[in-house]
Nanobody, 115 residues
Framework: QVQLVESGGGLVQPGGSLRLSCSAS????????MAWYRQAPGKQREVIAI???????IYEDSVKGRFTISRDNAKNTLYLQMNSLKPQDTAVYYC?????????WGQGTQVTVSS
């Protein structure tokens, strides 16, 4: 059973930065893809960044150029570097890992962007 644990959320002012981490209980190199999702109050969960097993990155339009997804296989950790944060980035951020027929989620970490 894979366990994912997110960390790094918090309160930040507009224009600030945060780095989220997602630590996996097993080898992340075995996953076909890993991704970051977010869910704002009253909205559906949406995917914002994907990192495939081959190293390809895909970003949702609203975070392109501001967010960067990356991984450290040696540490079994996925990251999301978030720069130039905006109030509309406020949400609970979730880590996801996928293999054919399986999908795992972390518990989420709150990010609040406010002055």
């Amino acid at each position: 059973q894979v366990q994912l644990v997110e960390s790094g959320g918090g309160l930040v002012q507009p224009g600030g930065s945060l780095r989220l981490s997602c630590s996996a209980s097993g080898s992340i190199s075995s996953f076909d893809a890993m991704a970051w999702y977010r869910q704002a109050p009253g909205k559906q969960r949406e995917v914002i960044a994907i990192l495939t097993g081959g190293g390809r990155t895909i970003y949702e339009d609203s975070v392109k150029g501001r967010f960067t997804i990356s991984r450290d296989n040696a540490k079994n950790t996925l990251y999301l570097q978030m720069n130039s944060l905006k109030p509309q980035d406020t949400a609970v951020y979730y880590c996801n890992a996928a293999q054919p027929g399986h999908s795992w989620w972390g518990q989420g970490t709150q990010v609040t962007v406010s002055s």
